[in-house]
């Protein structure tokens, strides 16, 4: 569906998680499945030059808005940069590696509208077939999921990761539009009034960055809901969908030690959070994604001795060190350019 620029009641958000690979799949399922009024704003943080060409003239052929911002952001920069060009009364945030099931914008406003919610949250799915792993479907209210006193004046948290992982034939009878406690990044809607009562998201927050959000909205006694009959898939990196060579400079970037420090040291100081727990297992996964996703895929290929037991086991170890040193010299040089802004909208 075409758009008629600043005259919709919802807005499209897109920003990058941690690549560029799947954006021209994605915006183009994205049209392919919203027959909703919608106003698509595109923003992009240094993206490489082939990419922010693409979005230029799909942006000129599609009517949207593309931000191109001359600096690396984080993402919580993208949204805030978006919400600065969205006109929508509701602001629906994708990334750009997600596919949509047909009708899914159209089922959020509609939940919106009907609970008066200011954040709902679609059914999350991951990887492929799409539309058929449970990613994320918004904890019960009464879950586990709480952030609760330590009892040594500090919170912690228990994550619990509400059916994830089921086929949704598995979950049917839980498919229900009801109350929850958080939104994923993936994908969700805000009621744009929100952000006046409570201010935009936190730029130094990369990792777990929903729960700030989540938390910020309850405590202002705002209500979340979950929405099972809108359904998009978050492509994560695997086999099908892997981390080419013009992801690797923004996915060390956003995946990098310093980053993820950066990250839970402000969770940890805004919620008063103890160091044990929650945070310190947070911290142990830093290089989760850099391993799993760049250098374990990276060593399987070599020629010959990839598939040979232990090599990639023993050579992940030096590589790793050589991207860690990159992604922490690139999160250096973000650090130096954080201070200008350079953007043009198409």
Known sequence: MEQASGTNRATIVL???????????????????????????????????????????????????????????????????????????????????????????????????????GMIAPLTCEGRPIHTIVHHMGPEENNTETLEDAGDGHKDFNEDFYLQGNTLD????????????????????????????????????????????????????????????????????????????????????RWSRSWQKRSHDALKAKWNMQEDGFISYRRSLADWRIVDHVTKPTLSHVPVVGKRWGFVQRAAVPVNFCLNAASNLMAWRYDRARGGKGDHAA
């Open 170 to 253: 598995e979950i049917q009878p839980h498919l229900k539009r009801r109350r929850t406690q958080s939104v994923e990044m993936h994908c969700f809607m805000v009621r744009r009034s929100l952000f006046d009562r409570i201010g935009t998201f936190d730029p130094d927050i990369v990792s777990k960055e929903y729960l700030d959000f989540s938390w910020r909205a309850r405590e202002a006694g705002e209500s979340i809901w979950f929405e099972p009959s809108s359904v998009i898939t978050f492509l994560i990196p695997s086999e099908d969908d892997p981390v080419q060579m013009v992801d690797l400079p923004y996915f060390l970037l």
């Open 15 to 117: 920003t990058t998680r941690d690549r560029y690979s799947l954006m021209r799949d994605s915006i183009a399922n994205l049209y392919e499945n919203t027959d909703h009024p919608f106003d698509l704003v595109v923003v992009t943080g240094a993206a490489p030059a082939r990419v922010r060409r693409w979005c230029d003239e799909e942006a000129a052929r599609r009517g949207f808005r593309h931000v191109a911002v001359d600096r690396p952001l984080t993402p919580a920069e993208a949204r805030n940069t978006g919400i600065e060009h969205a006109t929508g009364e509701y602001i629906a945030f994708v990334e750009n590696d997600i596919m949509y099931k047909a009708g899914w914008l159209g089922a959020l406003v509609k939940c919106g509208e009907e609970t008066g919610a």
